[in-house]
T-cell receptor, first 113, second 111 residues
Framework: AQSVTQLGSHVSVSEGALVLLRCNYS??????LFWYVQYPNQGLQLLLK??????LVKGINGFEAEFKKSETSFHLTKPSAHMSDAAEYFC???????????FGKGTMLLVSP | DTAVSQTPKYLVTQMGNDKSIKCEQN?????MYWYKQDSKKFLKIMFS???????INETVPNRFSPKSPDKAHLNLHINSLELGDSAVYFC??????????FGPGTRLTVL
């Protein structure tokens, strides 16, 4: 069975500050890892994903995440927050060869001016 | 072009009623899903269909019945609606086990 833990249901940053959203996973087989963003009253949009290869993956809107197998982590970062980044962020895991996504409980990113 | 669309966007109904939510994707994907997002924003898979065949059926009451008339459509029918069914339901699609693309969601409110 797989699981995802997102540390912090809410993260607050100032505009221009570093964004760090934490995600730890549990999987019995090599995982595929994803970050999705959900803006208010909208569906989920893929930010980035890790499948194989380079462990640092870059996504849309300046976000990136690093897969660290030894730490079972896949933290999401952005060097400089923008007001438009305020949204709910979900980390998700799937097992290779299977399509089922297991989501974390989400982290709401709040950006203040 | 809308990739994954759902209708209706909002659905308000009384307990005990039967309702359906429709989902269509124009991405040419072969796998479609239904997820439920509860009031605390937690997302959980309900069903998955591959080429019109059910491949995942999580622990969901049998009042929920998915139907896939073709690879581009996956509808969700709910019988005898209960208060606890109030949630946002998301449809998604993918090419096999590749990235899933989500629809805009249907907010169901049961009164």
């Amino acid at each position: 069975a797989q699981s995802v833990t997102q540390l912090g249901s809410h993260v607050s940053v100032s505009e221009g500050a570093l964004v760090l959203l934490r995600c730890n996973y549990s999987s019995s087989v090599p995982p595929y890892l994803f970050w999705y963003v959900q803006y208010p009253n909208q569906g989920l949009q893929l930010l980035l994903k890790y499948t194989t290869g380079a462990t640092l993956v870059k996504g849309i809107n300046g976000f990136e995440a690093e897969f660290k197998k030894s730490e079972t982590s896949f933290h999401l970062t952005k060097p400089s927050a923008h007001m438009s980044d305020a949204a709910e962020y979900f980390c998700a895991v799937s097992e290779r060869g299977y399509s089922t996504l297991t989501f974390g409980k989400g982290t709401m990113l709040l950006v203040s001016p | 072009d809308t990739a994954v669309s759902q209708t209706p966007k909002y659905l308000v109904t009384q307990m005990g009623n039967d309702k359906s939510i429709k989902c269509e994707q124009n991405l040419g994907h072969d796998t479609m899903y239904w997820y439920k997002q509860d009031s605390k924003k937690f997302l959980k898979i309900m069903f998955s269909y591959n080429n019109k065949e059910l491949i995942i059926n999580e622990t969901v009451p049998n009042r929920f019945s998915p139907k896939s008339p073709d690879k581009a459509h996956l509808n969700l029918h709910i019988n005898s609606l209960e208060l606890g069914d109030s949630a946002v339901y998301f449809c998604a699609s993918s090419r096999s086990t590749d990235t899933q693309y989500f629809g805009p969601g249907t907010r169901l409110t049961v009164l």
